[in-house]
T-cell receptor, first 115, second 115 residues
Framework: GAVVSQHPSRVICKSGTSVKIECRSLDFQATTMFWYRQFPKQSLMLMATSNEGSKATYEQGVEKDKFLINHASLTLSTLTVTSAHPEDSSFYIC???????????FGNGTRLTVT | EDQVTQSPEALRLQEGESSSLNCSYTVSGLRGLFWYRQDPGKGPEFLFTLYSAGEEKEKERLKATLTKKESFLHITAPKPEDSATYLCAVQAQRGRGSTLGRLYFGRGTQLTVWP
């Protein structure tokens, strides 16, 4: 089945630094990838839609200058949390879909802790 | 506004005690309803896609059904390894301003099966 790989799985950084999270589709090409954020016991909240070769589409309330998304190829999207603060600590999950109509497949998430 | 509501929020079952999880939705034209399983600290794992009312899908001890307003995930004779959070998500027909492929997630049902 479709596999989405996300790295790192855990990262701890100091306040003010930037962190990059990678999301790769391993056995299919993904023209669109999605980035979610999840708080404990809460639903997945869509942050942005990453489109290969074009600018990402951000959801209302998500700061595009803080959460930089780059979709450089059909198999790789990156999320960079810039100037991280403790309130950015969360579980970030990416997902990707292969062909139209196929289900979304998710990475295993990245637990970000900002100290 | 498109919404997905899951109930109960948490469910504790004894091993072998069958039950059902509910996902009710309001969406302007359902394109697909998805069930995922999420283990702690992991990304969601795809289980089923349902497209039209009356459709049913089965996988081991799980069976998903769909009506025009809700979906049920039936768990027959559950085992402790079925313990997880089960997420329901819907994809709406693409409309003005909507993001292609966007899923709307419920908050999930946290299932605990004890021996």
């Amino acid at each position: 089945g479709a596999v989405v790989s996300q790295h790192p799985s855990r990262v701890i950084c100091k306040s003010g630094t930037s962190v990059k999270i990678e999301c790769r589709s391993l056995d299919f090409q993904a023209t669109t990838m999605f980035w979610y954020r999840q708080f404990p016991k809460q639903s997945l909240m869509l942050m942005a839609t990453s489109n290969e070769g074009s600018k990402a589409t951000y959801e209302q309330g998500v700061e595009k200058d803080k959460f930089l998304i780059n979709h450089a190829s059909l198999t790789l999207s990156t999320l960079t949390v810039t100037s991280a603060h403790p309130e950015d600590s969360s579980f970030y999950i990416c997902s990707a879909r292969g062909r139209e109509g196929s289900p979304l497949h998710f990475g295993n998430g990245t637990r970000l802790t900002v100290t | 506004e498109d919404q997905v509501t899951q109930s109960p929020e948490a469910l504790r079952l004894q091993e072998g005690e069958s039950s059902s999880l509910n996902c009710s939705y309001t969406v302007s034209g359902l394109r697909g309803l998805f069930w995922y399983r999420q283990d702690p600290g992991k990304g969601p794992e795809f289980l089923f896609t349902l497209y039209s009312a009356g459709e049913e899908k089965e996988k081991e001890r799980l069976k998903a059904t769909l009506t025009k307003k809700e979906s049920f995930l039936h768990i027959t004779a559950p085992k402790p390894e079925d313990s997880a959070t089960y997420l329901c998500a819907v994809q709406a027909q693409r409309g003005r301003g909507s993001t292609l492929g966007r899923l709307y997630f419920g908050r999930g049902t946290q299932l605990t099966v004890w021996p």
